[in-house]
């Protein structure tokens, strides 16, 4: 779906940023509250996770998804945005009942070991919030590929390799595993594909 790019003649559209914005604190406020009451039970970590360094300070490209969705989605055209809504919607709704069915304990090192106090202070406080627990599949990566597949059609070089770089931290962050990453990437595609099709079956009928 290639309905929404970065233009120079247009400008930020203020109710989407702010459709974008309460989305992303809503899905927030009830994964919390769902890491609070399901008991871990798997562990999907493997000896590639293992390989793979813990770099604290990729915090910053991590948290860096937020105003990337957001900037994505105050330059979309409105058909665009809609579509990535019901996307997104749908990865929501497989994601929890894949921690409901699969829950997973995230193994996280030691934020002690970390020497910048900024970043070990904003990694601590984080993982007080966000527990080491339903990781599969990530919805980090999910709703970045989302945005990336939907909300862009010009410079997607650039915002693909935006893109990457997040997903590539939610394994550096120790965030995620690479099976969590994995399931995100799927369960992007299934939620865009399916709305991509339903569109244009419409447009057909």
Request: hydrophobic share 55%.
């Amino acid at each position: 779906m290639n309905s929404l790019s970065f233009r120079d003649d247009r400008r930020p559209d203020i109710r989407q940023m702010l459709a974008a914005t309460f989305g992303m604190a809503a899905g927030l406020a009830i994964f919390f509250l769902l890491e609070r009451s399901v008991t871990p039970r798997f562990v999907f970590a493997t000896s590639i996770d293992a390989r793979i360094p813990f770099i604290a300070w990729s915090w910053f490209v991590y948290v860096g998804f937020f105003p990337f969705v957001i900037a994505l989605a105050a330059y979309a055209r409105p058909p665009a945005f809609a579509a990535f809504k019901e996307a997104v919607l749908i990865a929501f709704v497989l994601g929890v009942a894949c921690f409901v069915l699969f829950p997973e304990a995230v193994p996280r090192p030691n934020v002690a070991e970390i020497g910048s106090t900024f970043v070990r202070h904003r990694l601590a406080r984080m993982w007080q919030l966000d527990l080491a627990a339903n990781g599969f599949p990530s919805l980090h990566v999910a709703v970045t590929c989302i945005a990336c597949r939907m909300l862009t059609d010009r410079r997607r070089l650039v915002t693909v390799a935006i893109g990457l770089l997040i997903c590539a931290s939610t394994l550096t962050l120790k965030q995620h595993t690479v099976v969590d990453v994995l399931g995100g990437v799927a369960l992007a595609m299934v939620s865009a594909l399916w709305v991509e099709r339903r569109s244009l079956r419409g447009r057909l009928a």
